[in-house]
């Protein structure tokens, strides 16, 4: 038989019956009528009676649960009857500690006006603890030079194996895709005026001035600046971090700034490799698509290379290296503590290494530009 | 009266090549309290990771409710289903740490069960007041202490009104005091969900106080040893090495 509660409120003295009866496993009908009913009593006493439950379980418990809850809180006066073994002992089991006091509401979406000023305020932080991140990496690249730094040298040396030869094949394959992509574009326009040849110079121009360092550099903060954040975060999480600094090793010294040298080392490396690899691209479409020579293609691509061009662009790749290790590097210490946090920490440090890349770009173009480079 | 409910024969398992243990039988019977003892890396984890069903053993058989587990053709789907009928304590209470206590013990009844939303709310308040946490609902993980995570992880291995709970060293970490609190909670959700309890514990005062029966794991022979009632076996130790693990070595 399924599950049914029938409450009876006719007694005129004030006191209502509530018998429930049947397998309590399963849906009760009536539930809802019958919590409304406890919600407002019209009744000053109420006996429950079990005597017909065949089996049961924690829904049953559940629903008294919140019966003699709604009973307590409206001053309900209750008795139990004639319950299953176990009924009763569970039930003074769930009253036995009672209610935590500071019981939270749950969490609503927030007005945009709270989400306004807390974002202010979080910027506000935010800035500071930048601030105070960048200093304290300053500081231990000084220590390091001073020889100073508590840092393990294989560890430095495992970080640039990791950024460095680590991000050939994926470097490899992005680049050389670009350059055929600019090339493939640019001689659509170019074979207008017949002037197919002049794409090895376009391809050269803009690998090595900028696109070069600007593809290497989100490679990296995909790949690179990511894994930073994840590993520093796990670190926090498993307080690594603070076993560090209570040791007195700052972890500035252990493990920002290993980074951030292995980075800054590797990127210019990894920008001349780039451009080496865009121009490949460039080739390979100029040779097998457009027919050019091999040999005028790359006597055209020698011509546009100048080495003002090549330093540009290993310097914005320097600037992207350094820019990338410190947003993975900070977003990974300022982790908070717990597994979702440090998703949080991930996503943070690739938007922001690319945010301030387009930033880094604009006043390094400037400067060039100011500099009639 | 005594039923078994997990029947385990002829188990070996293994990493790789490394053989963890080999040919442990034991049955853990109905409302039983099964402590699985043995000294640290002696494989306890490992073994409550196979009778979960989330490693395969290299040999053996396991019956879960009468019906096959691991062996005599049983599948992940009938490990899947038998599990429904299980909750897990982990070491940490490992509650996921993006959601509430409330949305942590409502997952498995969001999950498996089509009650209506106002019911799983009546549900998660009667879990979280069984173990003594009514009015955490809407707390976080990282805001509560380690031994109410490890009682809001119960809560949650209580969702679903398991036959069957497995604890790994649900003391570990904890004081004195809170340790036996959650030794007589434990007790009291046997005795009135009228669960079974299987514990990985080596925490001597748990196993004295609690355990009904057990067996103890040898790291060096990889096998079971002992088993057995915990206070029998301590006034008959049937080996040095069981009787130094129960007594401290203090004989
Ligand atoms: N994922 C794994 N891969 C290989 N070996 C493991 C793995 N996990 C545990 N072990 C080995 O299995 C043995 C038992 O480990 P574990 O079950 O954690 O022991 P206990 O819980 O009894 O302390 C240890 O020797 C450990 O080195
Ligand atoms: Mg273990």
Same mark, same amino acid.
């Given at each position: 038989?399924?599950a049914?509660?029938?409450?009876?409120?006719?007694?005129t003295d004030?006191?209502?019956?509530?018998?429930?009866s049947?397998?309590w496993?399963?849906?009760?009908a009536?539930?809802?009528?019958v919590?409304?009913?406890?919600?407002?009593?019209a009744?000053?006493h109420a006996?429950l009676n079990?005597?017909?439950i065949?089996d049961?379980d924690?829904?049953?418990i559940a629903f008294?649960?919140?019966?003699l809850s709604?009973?307590?809180?409206?001053n309900?006066?209750?008795?139990l009857?004639?319950?299953?073994?176990g009924?009763p002992?569970?039930l003074d089991?769930?009253f036995?500690?009672?209610?935590h006091?500071?019981?939270?509401?749950p969490?609503r979406?927030?007005d945009?006006?709270?989400w306004?000023?807390?974002?202010?305020l979080?910027?506000r932080?935010?800035v500071?603890?930048?601030w105070?991140?960048s200093r304290r990496?300053?500081?231990?690249?000084?220590?390091f030079?001073a =020889?100073?730094?508590v840092?393990r040298?294989q560890?430095?040396l495992a970080?640039?194996q990791?950024a460095g030869?680590g991000a050939?094949p994926?470097?490899s394959?992005?680049?050389?895709?670009?350059?055929l992509?600019l090339a493939?574009v640019?001689?659509i326009?170019?074979k207008?005026?017949g002037?197919?040849?002049?794409v090895s110079?376009?391809?050269?121009?803009?690998v090595?001035?900028?696109?070069?360092?600007?593809?290497t550099g989100?490679?990296?903060?995909?790949r690179?600046?990511?894994?930073?954040?994840a590993?520093?975060?796990s670190?926090?999480?498993?307080e690594e971090?603070?076993?560090?600094?209570?040791?007195?090793?700052?972890?500035f010294d252990?493990l920002v700034f290993?980074?951030?040298?292995?980075?800054?080392?590797?990127m210019?490396l990894?920008?001349?490799?780039?451009?080496f690899m865009g121009i490949?691209g460039g080739?390979?479409?100029?040779?097998?698509?457009?027919g050019?020579s091999p040999d005028d293609?790359?006597?055209?691509t020698?011509s546009a290379?100048?080495?003002?061009?090549?330093?540009?662009?290993?310097? =914005?790749?320097?600037?992207y290296?350094?820019i990338?290790a410190?947003?993975?590097?900070?977003q990974?210490?300022?982790?908070?503590?717990?597994a979702s946090?440090?998703?949080?920490?991930t996503?943070?440090?690739?938007?922001?290494s690319?945010?301030?890349?387009?930033v880094?770009?604009?006043?390094?173009?400037?400067i060039?530009?100011?500099?009639?480079? | 009266?005594?039923k078994?409910f997990?029947?385990?024969?002829?188990l070996t398992v293994a990493?790789?090549?490394?053989?963890?243990?080999?040919?442990?039988d034991?049955?853990?019977?109905?409302?039983?309290v099964f402590?699985?003892m043995g000294g640290s890396g002696?494989?306890?984890?490992t073994l409550l990771?196979v009778?979960?069903?989330?490693k395969?053993?290299?040999?053996?058989?396991e019956?879960f409710?009468?019906k096959p587990?691991?062996g005599n053709g049983?599948?992940?789907?009938d490990?899947?289903?038998l599990?429904r009928?299980?909750?897990?304590?982990?070491?940490s209470?490992?509650?996921?740490?993006?959601?509430?206590?409330?949305?942590?013990v409502?997952?498995p009844?969001?999950?498996?069960t089509?009650?209506t939303?106002?019911e799983?709310?009546?549900?998660v308040a009667?879990?979280?007041?069984?173990?003594?946490l009514?009015?955490f609902q809407?707390?976080y993980?990282a805001e509560i202490?380690?031994?109410m995570?490890?009682?809001?992880?119960l809560a949650?291995?209580?969702?679903l009104?398991?036959?069957i709970?497995f604890?790994?060293?649900?003391s570990?970490?904890l004081?004195p005091i809170s340790s @036996?609190?959650?030794?007589?909670l434990?007790?009291?959700?046997?005795e009135?969900?009228?669960?079974t309890i299987?514990?990985?514990?080596?925490?001597?005062?748990?196993?004295?106080?609690?355990g009904?029966n057990?067996?103890?794991?040898d790291a060096?022979t990889?096998?079971?040893i002992?088993r057995?009632?915990p206070?029998e076996?301590l006034?008959?130790p049937?080996?040095e090495t069981l009787e130094?693990?129960?007594t401290r070595g @203090?004989?």
């Amino acid at each position: 038989m399924s599950a049914t509660a029938i409450l009876n409120t006719d007694g005129t003295d004030g006191s209502a019956q509530l018998r429930l009866s049947g397998d309590w496993r399963a849906d009760c009908a009536g539930r809802d009528a019958v919590v409304a009913a406890f919600e407002r009593p019209a009744f000053r006493h109420a006996v429950l009676n079990g005597a017909e439950i065949t089996d049961w379980d924690s829904r049953l418990i559940a629903f008294l649960v919140r019966l003699l809850s709604l009973c307590k809180k409206n001053n309900v006066e209750y008795t139990l009857a004639d319950f299953p073994d176990g009924v009763p002992s569970l039930l003074d089991l769930a009253f036995a500690v009672p209610e935590h006091a500071d019981a939270r509401p749950p969490r609503r979406p927030r007005d945009f006006l709270v989400w306004l000023g807390e974002t202010a305020l979080q910027c506000r932080s935010s800035v500071g603890k930048a601030w105070d991140f960048s200093r304290r990496t300053y500081a231990a690249a000084l220590r390091f030079a001073a =020889h100073r730094a508590v840092v393990r040298k294989q560890d430095v040396l495992a970080e640039i194996q990791a950024a460095g030869a680590g991000a050939f094949p994926i470097v490899s394959l992005i680049c050389f895709l670009i350059g055929l992509i600019l090339a493939f574009v640019g001689s659509i326009q170019l074979k207008m005026f017949g002037a197919e040849i002049y794409v090895s110079s376009l391809v050269a121009i803009s690998v090595t001035r900028v696109m070069g360092a600007i593809m290497t550099g989100v490679i990296m903060a995909g790949r690179t600046g990511a894994s930073y954040a994840a590993t520093l975060g796990s670190m926090r999480v498993n307080e690594e971090v603070d076993a560090l600094e209570t040791m007195g090793v700052s972890p500035f010294d252990f493990l920002v700034f290993p980074r951030v040298l292995a980075l800054s080392l590797m990127m210019p490396l990894l920008t001349i490799y780039a451009d080496f690899m865009g121009i490949m691209g460039g080739g390979f479409v100029g040779v097998f698509m457009l027919g050019l020579s091999p040999d005028d293609y790359f006597r055209m691509t020698l011509s546009a290379l100048t080495m003002r061009n090549i330093v540009i662009g290993i310097v =914005h790749g320097a600037v992207y290296g350094v820019i990338i290790a410190l947003c993975g590097c900070y977003q990974g210490i300022t982790c908070g503590r717990n597994a979702s946090a440090v998703g949080s920490a991930t996503t943070a440090a690739v938007v922001s290494s690319i945010v301030w890349m387009t930033v880094a770009t604009a006043v390094l173009t400037v400067i060039f530009s100011v500099c009639g480079a | 009266m005594t039923k078994p409910f997990l029947e385990i024969k002829g188990l070996t398992v293994a990493y790789g090549e490394n053989v963890i243990m080999h040919d442990v039988d034991f049955t853990v019977n109905e409302r039983d309290v099964f402590i699985i003892m043995g000294g640290s890396g002696c494989g306890k984890s490992t073994l409550l990771t196979v009778l979960t069903g989330l490693k395969a053993p290299e040999k053996g058989t396991e019956t879960f409710a009468g019906k096959p587990f691991w062996g005599n053709g049983a599948t992940k789907a009938d490990r899947d289903a038998l599990m429904r009928k299980a909750g897990i304590l982990y070491q940490s209470g490992a509650l996921w740490s993006s959601m509430t206590l409330a949305e942590n013990v409502a997952m498995p009844l969001e999950q498996y069960t089509d009650f209506t939303p106002a019911e799983i709310k009546d549900l998660v308040a009667l879990k979280l007041d069984l173990v003594g946490l009514g009015g955490f609902q809407n707390y976080y993980p990282a805001e509560i202490s380690g031994g109410m995570k490890k009682r809001a992880g119960l809560a949650r291995a209580l969702a679903l009104d398991p036959q069957i709970v497995f604890f790994d060293e649900p003391s570990a970490g904890l004081d004195p005091i809170s340790s @036996k609190n959650l030794d007589d909670l434990i007790l009291q959700i046997r005795e009135n969900l009228r669960t079974t309890i299987v514990m990985v514990t080596h925490e001597l005062p748990s196993i004295f106080a609690i355990g009904t029966n057990s067996i103890y794991l040898d790291a060096r022979t990889k096998t079971v040893i002992a088993r057995g009632n915990p206070n029998e076996l301590l006034k008959n130790p049937p080996n040095e090495t069981l009787e130094h693990f129960l007594t401290r070595g @203090k004989k």
